[in-house]
């Protein structure tokens, strides 16, 4: 029981510092000012993990690979702890085991970034409708246009209603049931 809430706690925390330094590589990626408030604030949650990084760790091709490698590695460490907690005979288990260790990894970072994107194309909807001029907003929508824009071109809007959106969370949850499932199956078998 004990071994359980601690494995919620850690995979919350965790899971929580990853979708900031994912959010910190989108906003680079996609060029959003950092004089927001908000993206201030995440910039400041992880500096302390990706300023280090980055003196080994160089950006390249315009990519801040400090912070994907670092939404790695804390994945990683949430994936093997939450197995240790579980009594995972790391040791019987041999060599095998840590190639698999380090897919769940990776499949587990996809996935955390495909329910990123739907959270903040959620966030953009509810926006919309709420408070357009929250500190909040411009990082939400520098964030999800980069998704939105294409499907733009193939879906009209209907009276005015941009369903754009909806066919985002239909493609995303697609992606989550095919092939992030179909790998992250994969690799469990081979446990």
Known sequence: MIAGALAFLIQTLGNLFVIAVLLRFMMQLFRVPFRNPFAQFI?????????PLRRVVPGFLGLDWACLLLA???ELVVVLTGYWLNDFPFALA????????LGLAVVRLLSLTVYLIIGLTLARAVLSWVNTS????????ELSEPFLRPLR????????????????????????MVPI???????????
């Open 43 to 51: 910039v400041a949650l992880t500096d302390f993990a990706v300023k």
């Open 72 to 74: 790695w590695l804390v």
């Open 94 to 101: 041999g060599g095998q085991v840590w190639p698999v260790m």
């Open 134 to 141: 929250t500190p909040l907003a411009p990082v939400v929508y």
């Open 153 to 176: 071109r193939i879906v009209p809007t209907v009276a005015n209603v941009d369903l754009t959106p909806i066919v985002l969370f239909i493609l995303c949850q697609l992606v989550l």
């Open 181 to 191: 499932m179909a790998v992250e199956q994969a690799l469990l078998g081979a446990l």
